[in-house]
């Protein structure tokens, strides 16, 4: 075993390797077994040439002989079990699963192969383990025995800003082939909040109204839009101040003309019902479908839907029968639909904010201590100066509206519940923004410059490709499988590096495949013995 200090292409560029020889026949092949980076000037250089010194000094020394990297036999000598000790244990699942998966976007044509491995190993590791750039160095070495230090992964990131739009398009192409190449008909859009562990403004980070109700942080503004399976579409990222109205036309002007979306209907939530948004869509010649605010329409329309719900006919959509009416609203079609199962909800839900308020009402009838809510504001009066009391009209009137729920659209053609199984599919977006804030813990950022910041984002948006890619194939075989449950399996794929410490000798011993590992392997198309045996390791120095 020995060290390698290759020169690389450009000025004062090495890589340093660990590597040992292997006889084939005739020839002798130089394997690789541990890659210490690339070293930028010879002081690097003499760092990293440290490095890779003292780890051959350990490869060497049998009491701390790492395994990986070493090719494998299936011979194994008789060994003692009281004399063998474990040395390593590897995470396998997530490269082995996901690893392909990640292949599949085709960003190797992007990147060096350095810069490739480099990208593929971050963003597994962020989806095992998300945390911050210097504990995912750590990570790597510790659970997948990669090594990529912290410096290493900010330079990558510095490196991914100017490919960010290549990048995304990548993503949005592999969507599609994952659609068997479709237009993707209908597109899921929605806006979010990213705050920052920080109180500095920037070009990027501004005070901003928060999503996460944090008071005082700036913040980013995160659009993203999939298509009706969830599939990433493509995302952008605005000022902290940007307004959520005004992110939908700048998007969807930028994704036609990169991604050459056409004749796709938009589903969004209310924040989108601006008349501006409205009509900027239609003289774009875009469908959409967006929530209608029924309670700030005028009062004639809103005497009539409430009217006519009684007498509405029982329509059946993809999840229950509901009841459906029209009307014309603007020259736009309005369409409400009374669901018996939100009409329970909203129920429930006033029941639950009244009870709270009457016990608030019982220790003090203070206006101001009700404040806080103002949910409870709605169903109150002011009796007596300072005095409040429930006003039982306004509780009365509110729940006539319970179960009713209503969206605007320029489709004139498609069936009214048609286009409420097409709304009711926001919560897939809704799914994916909480994928990325909590799973794969988007935000807070600790970053600081713009750049880092939009690599940030980029990494959680490959990551989160990957998992939605790979939990849609698992669920062909099992939907009970949730992601949660994705990531718990697939960490609990392992192989133990073992070392018979009277020889000298190195073998792995892979964990046996949980259930709901072996399912998703079968859904990858991979094989992975289900009573794994020892194998060998030939050292070859």
């Known amino acids: 075993m020995f060290v390698v200090k290759r020169k690389l292409p450009g000025k004062d560029r090495w890589c340093v390797l660990l590597c040992y020889s292997e006889r084939e026949g005739a020839k002798v092949h130089q394997r690789t077994v541990k890659y210490f980076g690339i070293a930028h000037g010879e002081d690097e250089l003499k760092i990293l040439l440290q490095k890779a010194k003292l780890e051959l000094k350990a490869q060497l020394q049998p009491s701390t002989t790492s395994a990986k990297a070493l090719p494998t036999t299936n011979s194994c000598q008789e060994t003692l079990l009281g004399e063998v000790t474990e040395v390593a244990r590897i995470t396998e699942g997530f490269h082995d699963v996901m690893g392909p998966c990640f292949d599949k976007l085709k960003l190797a044509s992007l990147l060096t192969s350095t810069r490739y491995q480099q990208l593929k190993d971050v963003v597994l590791a962020r ?57 993707v008909d209908l597109l899921l859009f929605d806006v979010t909040t990213l705050y920052f562990e920080s109180q500095k403004n920037d070009e990027l980070r501004e005070n901003g109204y928060s999503k996460d109700h944090k008071i005082g942080e700036v913040q980013v503004v995160l659009a993203l839009a999939t298509s009706s399976d969830g599939s990433p579409v493509g995302y952008h990222l605005f000022p902290g101040n940007t307004a959520e109205v005004k992110t939908l036309l700048e998007c969807i002007k930028k994704w036609r003309e990169e991604f050459q979306i056409e004749n796709t209907i938009v589903v969004a939530d209310r924040a989108m019902l601006s008349e501006t948004n409205l009509s900027l869509m239609e003289s774009e010649k875009l469908t959409y479908i967006v929530a209608a605010k029924l309670r700030s329409i005028p009062n004639k329309l809103r005497e009539t839907i409430l009217a006519k719900n009684e007498a509405s006919n029982n329509e059946e959509t993809d999840q229950e029968y509901v009841r459906t009416q029209e009307h014309e ?144 194939d698992v669920n062909i075989f099992d939907k009970s499988i949730s992601i949660e449950m994705l990531r718990e399996a697939l960490a609990g794929v392992e192989v133990s590096v073992l070392k018979d410490e009277a020889r000298g000798q190195l073998f792995t011993l892979p964990a046996p495949l949980s259930k709901e590992a072996s399912l998703i392997y079968r859904a990858a198309g991979l094989t992975r013995s289900a009573a794994p045996r020892p194998r060998s390791l030939v050292a070859g120095v």
């Open 127 to 183: 989806i095992a383990q998300p945390t911050s750039k210097l504990h995912t160095s750590r990570l790597l070495h510790s659970v997948f025995q990669k090594e990529l230090s912290a410096d290493q992964i900010y330079r990558l990131m510095d490196t991914l800003v100017d490919l960010e739009d290549a990048i995304k398009l990548k993503v949005f192409k592999t969507t599609r082939q994952r659609l068997k190449d479709a237009p």
């Open 329 to 472: 609203h603007r020259s736009r079609r309005l369409v409400v639909s009374y669901s018996y199962s939100r009409a329970s909800k909203d129920r429930s839900d006033r029941e639950k904010l009244i009870r709270r308020l009457r016990n608030k009402l019982n220790t003090s009838d203070d206006p101001q201590s009700l404040i806080s809510n103002r949910g409870y504001l709605k169903y109150v009066d002011e009796a007596a100066k300072g005095k409040v009391v429930l006003n039982e009209d306004k509780i009365n009137e509110d729940a006539k509206w319970d179960g009713l729920h209503g969206v605007i659209t320029n489709d004139k053609t498609s069936k009214a519940v048609d286009l409420l199984d097409r709304y009711r599919r926001l919560w897939i977006i809704e799914e994916s923004f909480r994928i990325n804030k909590h799973t794969l813990a988007m935000r807070p950022i600790y970053h600081f410059s713009p750049k880092r910041v939009r690599a940030h984002i980029l990494i959680c948006y490959l990551a989160f490709a990957v998992t939605r890619y790979v939990h849609q």
